[in-house]
C-alpha cells in the first residue's frame, strides 16, 4: 500500500514527467489559457522560431483589455486584442474573442465551458489561476518565461509547494459568503499567511458551498500568499460539469466521475499545516487598507495603529494615509463615491443574484457599474430580471470582463475616489492612479451602493433597513 496523501500530492504526482535532483518536477499542462498578457511570451516563441506545440489544449481569452460599452476603442487597447487575435489565428488556437458568444473572463469561462475539470492541470499566466482549483484541478498562475516555455512544450518546470489545509466548519449566516470567508482567513493569518502552500479548503462550511462560492475562495488564495488552493470534487463539482461544452460526454463522462471521486486527501494524510475556523465567527467583512489582509467585520472600527504590533504600524499609518482614514471610525460612517460587482471574484450568477437582492426595489445613492465575468452570464442575469433591477436602481449594466477590477480598458475610479468592490485586490492605485478600494462581497457592495456609505448588509436582507 502506497502511504497516504494529499490531494495535491496525487495531481502533482499525476502530472509529472520528470523530475530533476533538486526536487523540481517538470509538469505535464492539460489546458494553457492565455490572455493579452501572453504576447512577450508569444514574441520569444516567434523570435525563436518555435510553434505551440499542443495548440489543441490552448485557448485564447480576450478579457483584461476587453471594452465594456459600445464606442471607439483607444488604440493601445485595440492593438493588444488584435494582437491576442493574430497569435491565436497564426498558432491555430482556439480564440474566445469580443463577438463569441462565450466571451469573457478566462477564470469565469474555463470553468463554463467545461475546460477546466477536476484532475487536469490549469496553467494561465495569470496570478488567479487559483480559481479553478475550485474543481480539484492543479491550478497556478505562471510567469511570462514559463508561458512560452508551456506554448513551447506543453510543460512546466515547478516546485512542489507545501501542503496546508484550511477547514472551515458550520453553517455561514444569512448575508455572509464565500467572499467573507476568503477575507476572514486572510485577515487572521496574513497576505503571506500561506507563503509558499498549496491550500486545500476543507470542512462542512466549504462543502455547502456552491461552485461560485468554491471558485471565489480559490480565486483569493493568491492574496493570502498561497500557490493554489483546491478543493476535492463532490457531487456539487459534478453537476456544475454535466453537459458542458468540453465535459466528457456519455460512457466517458460515466468513467470520468468514477476516476474523479477518487480526487481526495486520504483520511490520514498529513498536511504541513492546518488551520481550523469556525463559520459563526464570520461576519461581512471589509477592507479598510491597502492588502487584502488589511480586513474587518462590518461592525468594527478603523484600526489604531498604536494598539497593534510595532512591526505592523509603519504599513497600517500608510494604508490610513493613503485611505484617508481615521483610527476609531466605525467602518459603517464610511462614505463612498461609486461601487463596482464584477470581476473573476465575484462577477459569476450567483453573486449577481445576490447583489441583485439586495437592491430590488431600492435606488443606489452612488454610481456604479455591474459587470457580469461572461457574456453567458450577462445573457443568464438579463434574462433572469437582475440586470434590469440593477439599471432600475440607477447602476450601469455593462458587457463582459475585468473592468474596473484592473482598469485596463479604461474603466476606472479617479484619484481620491472610493469605491466599495466586488474584487480581490485593494492595493495602492489598483483601480486607477489614487484610487481607494474597499473590497466586500457583492452583496456588501449593492448594500454600499444603496446607503452611500459602508454597510452591513444583513439588516438590509432581513427587510429592517
Ligand atoms: C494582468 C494579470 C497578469 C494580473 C494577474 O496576474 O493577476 C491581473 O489579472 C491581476 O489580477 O492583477
Ligand atoms: S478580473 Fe481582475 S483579478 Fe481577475 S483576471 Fe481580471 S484583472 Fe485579474
Redesign the pocket.
Known sequence: MSPSQTLLEKLWKAHTVLQRDDGTSLLWVDRHLVHE?SHHAFAKLAARNQKVSEPGLTFAVVD?YAPTRAGTLDPDISRMIRTLGDNARAHGIQLFDLKDPEQGIVHVIGPELGLTLPGVQVNC????TSTHGAFGALAF?VGATEVAHILATQTVWQTRPRTMRITVEGTLGEGVTAKDMALHWIAKLGADGARGHAIEYAGSAVRNLSMQGRMTLCNLSIEGGARLGLVAPDEVTFAYLEGRRYAPKGDNWTRAVEDWAQLNSDPDAAFDREEHLDAKDIAPTVTWGTSPEEALPITGKVPDPNQYDASKRAAMRASLEYMDLTPGTPLTSIPVDQIFIGSCTNGRIEDLRMAAKVLAGRRARVPGLVSPGSARIKRQAEEEGLARIFTEAGLEWVAAG?SM??GMNGDRVDAGKRCASSTN?NFKGRQGRGSRTHLMSPAMAAAAAVTGHLTDVRPLLEGRL
Open positions: 498578457g483584461h499566466g495569470d496570478s488567479h498562475g475585468c477590477c484592473v485586490r
